[in-house]
């Protein structure tokens, strides 16, 4: 029979899965890990399906698949798409439970445990995506940017010492950039045949080819510069503080 595995929590290494339903005879779940979504994955457990969590005490920045296995007859379910565990959430189910005064969420109350962590996390992303802002490390892929003809006069055009070093930029969306890392988080820029990584392939600096203004999230281009064209930077990236604060707490309560 085909059947893919039901992921339900996947927060700080964190991973708790759905126990199938009686009619299928899978007994234990495989999870394998991987430094890299798209490369080779090694096992890293196999536990009884019953017991449906566990903790990877090494798994910053690891790729997980998880499926199951009927070890009576040898048989497997397809895989999970490929995941990675979610930072910190800006509160916790039994911080919900306390505001409301109501005994703690388990797997029997109404709601679950696992609904009221996906009603937090659906709240996390409703509060960064008002704010354009983070208070824990979320991850951008592919946003892009267009350099259009009035940026790049004026920019030609203010070549004063001053602000030589700020005449084109791109603002990405969100605010509180983390540093990026080459092979990870990539500025890439289309030159009209490939996309060029900046962050491997070139240097930052405010002398050099590119600078960054982490805070206000926004990336100058020096001495290497973009083409005018449409859609021709592309960014994946990183942002968000590190500590939450009184009122996002309240806020995602």
């Not at 029979?1 to 927060?11: D, G, S």
């Not at 126990?19 to 994955?41: G, M, V």
């Not at 800006?90 to 009603?119: H, K, M």
């Not at 930052?204 to 203004?213: C, L, P, Q």
């Given at each position: 029979?085909?059947?893919?595995?039901?992921?339900?929590?996947?927060?700080n290494n964190y991973i708790a899965w759905e126990?199938?339903?009686?009619?299928?005879?899978?007994?234990?779940?495989?999870?394998?890990?991987?430094?890299?979504?798209?490369?080779?994955?090694?096992g890293l457990v196999s536990q009884v399906i019953?017991?449906?969590?566990?903790?990877?005490?090494?798994?910053?920045?690891?790729?997980?698949?998880?499926?199951?296995?009927?070890?009576?007859?040898?048989?497997?379910?397809?895989?999970?798409?490929?995941?990675?565990?979610?930072?910190?959430?800006?509160?916790?189910?039994?911080?919900?439970?306390?505001?409301?005064?109501?005994?703690?969420?388990?797997?029997?109350?109404?709601?679950?445990?696992?609904?009221?962590?996906?009603?937090?996390?659906?709240?996390?992303?409703?509060?960064?995506?008002?704010?354009?802002?983070?208070?824990?490390?979320?991850?951008?892929?592919?946003?892009?940017?267009?350099?259009?003809?009035?940026?790049?006069?004026?920019?030609?055009?203010?070549?004063?010492?001053?602000?030589?070093?700020?005449?084109?930029?791109?603002?990405?969306?969100?605010?509180?950039?983390?540093?990026?890392?080459?092979?990870?988080?990539?500025?890439?820029?289309?030159?009209?045949?490939?996309?060029?990584?900046?962050?491997?392939?070139?240097?930052?600096?405010?002398?050099?080819?590119?600078?960054?203004?982490?805070?206000?999230?926004?990336?100058?281009?020096?001495?290497?510069?973009?083409?005018?064209?449409?859609?021709?930077?592309?960014?994946?990236?990183?942002?968000?503080?590190?500590?939450?604060p009184g009122d996002i707490k309240k806020a995602?309560?």
């Open positions: 029979m085909t059947y893919t595995p039901t992921v339900r929590i996947k927060r126990i199938p339903n009686t009619e299928t005879s899978f007994n234990y779940a495989l999870i394998d890990r991987s430094l890299e979504q798209s490369a080779n994955y090694s019953s017991n449906n969590t566990y903790f990877d005490m090494t798994g910053a920045s690891h790729w997980y698949r998880l499926r199951f296995q009927d070890a009576t007859n040898n048989v497997y379910s397809d895989y999970t798409a490929p995941f990675q565990t979610d930072g910190e959430y800006y509160c916790t189910p039994r911080e919900v439970a306390d505001f409301l005064g109501r005994s703690q969420f388990d797997d029997t109350t109404n709601p679950t445990r696992f609904i009221v962590e996906d009603i937090i996390a659906e709240t996390c992303d409703e509060i960064e995506r008002i704010t354009h802002d983070a208070w824990r490390k979320v991850r951008v892929n592919n946003e892009y940017h267009t350099i259009n003809i009035r940026d790049r006069l004026l920019g030609y055009r203010n070549m004063y010492p001053y602000d030589y070093a700020t005449r084109i930029s791109v603002s990405l969306k969100y605010r509180n950039l983390r540093p990026f890392t080459s092979g990870t988080t990539k500025i890439e820029v289309y030159d009209g045949t490939n996309w060029v990584d900046y962050v491997t392939t070139y240097h930052e600096a405010r002398d050099k080819d590119f600078w960054i203004d982490y805070n206000r999230s926004m990336i100058f281009f020096v001495n290497r510069f973009p083409l005018w064209q449409r859609h021709n930077v592309r960014l994946t990236y990183d942002y968000g503080q590190t500590e939450i995602a309560i």
